[in-house]
């Protein structure tokens, strides 16, 4: 919430409930975490007096993977979306690629509350102007199914502005389901792993390149992806050692 993003909406308002808080010392003896530089570097600037720990938030581990390949034509791609409906997921950025596809076919499903009326109404406009892309939006989902929701589809496209961990991205490599991200996350270098794109959102042209390369990827391609997936995530989950990290700030504060 005190992202920069974030903060910009109704910018008036929220600067003067800070400078109120400040004024009377309402923070004065909280201690904040942060699960990442970013949200550290927006959290000091408005708190710069405050205790402030940086630790990555964890994720639900899972054992083992259901690596049984998902039908992959070249020509065809089934894109998911499992995130609100919003500005800070960028939404409207992500059909604003798809309405530049002019081949293949493309499903691209939306999972999420709507919480923003108008914004929902500006990406419905944009809809109008799909050629080879078929949007579905499908309501919200309840936890227990995200991952065997994300498992239906061959990539996860989220080009959200900001995240602070991303747990829909690692949800999304758990099941086995390569992701098509910007590069705002804690998620670098994906492609260098061989289990999706994260990339810059002042380069739509290069999201449309992507969308069109996993259009005409076939079923071994698809399939190293898959693989490269279980690879990636089963060794961030074995070396994850943040668990430590939380211990250890508990037992700080608990003192």
Known sequence: MLSQQAFARKLILKKIFISTTKFFSFYKNVVFHTTSQQEFNDVTTLFPQNKIYLIPNLTR????INLNPKEKLSGTLKLVSIA????????KFALEVLSKIKQGKVIFDIYG???DKQYWQECQEIYKNFTNVQLNYCGTLETENVIETFAKYHFAFMPSKA????HSIVESLLAATPVIISNTTPWQNLQSYGVGWDISLDNIDKFVEIIKICIDMNQNQYYQMQKMCNIYVQNYLKNNTDINKYIEMFENEAK
């Open 61 to 64: 581990k899972i054992q083992q």
């Open 84 to 91: 609100r409906i919003s500005q800070e997921k960028n939404t």
């Open 113 to 115: 509350g709507i919480y």
């Open 163 to 166: 995240e602070n961990f991303g």
